[in-house]
């Protein structure tokens, strides 16, 4: 029997974590909810409390019959669990994220996207606060990358594509996530996923068909709520290859979800804990990087999302001008675990 090793265990864990619409789905008795309280790891500074102390932060409601968790057996991953599990950290040389569009030999058009590579590319920069770049498209074919039809519509094996990018991961990428119009799958036994991504392996796919009703064969949903989705399935996959397990602690971009319904419940920010996370990878003044994010709420008409960012920035009582202090990042990736 092969014993998997830690790292090798939250690979396998990720493809199946990150994945949505398995079918048939079987209910689970659900283990020790609501769950403990998270740890939220190396002290910041007071003056973060605002952005990291989590006790203001909306709970995980009980989940209800079909949800993710009410349906997955998940202990959910603190901040002191989430340094043990020592993740990738950004550093240069490899310290951008690359959105690697792909398309098939016989489907070369990639068709409309919604929202736009320009703009998945621009949110994904702020919500990281990294650089990102857009990658000349891969053509793919049927010898890599399985094909099937479900329900009318094409679907290509995201398990595959996870191979296709690794063999072709940039040397500059931090990490890569390909982008499709045509719907995925990760293996038989799932009607679909929305996409997947690799807590150690730097690559991930996810896929914007099913996000407008017009897939089904309805009328065109609302773009600004077709947008919102698009930016939640991308920055929820890419935080995966952050290390960042689902989130079980609080409502989250990181919680996992079942179908679009509990996926549109779930906000487009990250809870305090996930926050925190991110911030000792990466490093940020979180300030900064809510009044950017606000810039970008407000461009494209996500008014919800925008009132929520201009709230926590009201708590948070800094000026436009305030940052993050040299010392405070020396601290913060004092903690940070090596890159691997």
């Known amino acids: 029997m092969h014993v998997l090793g830690r790292r090798d265990w939250l690979h396998g864990a990720a493809a199946l974590a990150c994945a949505c619409g398995r079918e048939p789905a079987t209910a689970q008795a ?4 609501p769950f403990a309280a998270p740890q939220p790891g190396p002290a910041w500074d007071p003056s973060l409390d605002w952005a990291f102390d989590g006790r203001d932060a909306e709970p995980m409601p009980v989940p209800r019959p079909g949800d993710w968790l009410a349906e997955h057996e998940e202990t959910g991953q603190d901040v002191v669990q989430f340094l043990a599990d020592e993740p990738n950290r950004p550093e240069p040389p490899r310290d951008t994220i690359v959105i690697q569009p792909l398309a098939m030999v016989h489907r070369k058009h990639v068709g409309p996207i919604q929202p736009s ?13 990294l650089p990102v770049r857009l990658a000349d498209p891969i053509v793919m074919d049927r010898r890599h990358v399985g094909v099937r039809m479900n329900h009318g519509h094409e679907q290509w094996n995201a398990n595959d594509i996870d191979g296709v990018l690794r063999e072709q991961l940039p040397g500059d990428a931090y990490c890569c996530i390909g982008v499709t119009t045509t719907d995925l799958f ?11 991504a690799s807590l150690s392996a730097r690559v991930g796919v996810f896929s914007l068909a099913r996000h407008d009703d017009a897939f ?10 077709v947008r919102r989705r698009g ?22 971009l990181m919680n996992g979800s079942n179908d679009r319904e509990e996926a549109d419940r779930s906000p487009l920010q990250l809870c305090p804990i996930c926050l925190r996370k991110l911030q000792l990878s990466v490093g940020f003044d979180p300030a900064a990087r809510y009044r950017d994010l606000a810039a970008f709420y407000r461009t494209y008409g996500l008014l919800p999302e925008l009132a929520w960012v201009n709230a926590r920035l009201a708590r948070a009582r800094v000026s436009p001008s305030s940052g993050f202090s040299s010392t405070t990042r020396t601290q913060i990736f004092g903690h940070s675990p090596p890159r691997r």
């Open 30 to 33: 659900r283990v020790g909810w």
């Open 117 to 129: 590579l320009v703009e998945l590319v621009d949110y994904v920069g702020r919500f990281f606060v």
């Open 186 to 196: 990760p293996s038989s036994d799932w009607n679909f996923v929305y996409g997947q």
């Open 216 to 225: 089904f064969g309805g009328p065109p949903s609302d773009p600004v709520l």
């Open 231 to 252: 930016h939640g399935v991308v920055t929820h996959e890419v935080g995966h290859m952050f290390g960042m397990q689902h989130c079980v602690h609080h409502l989250c």
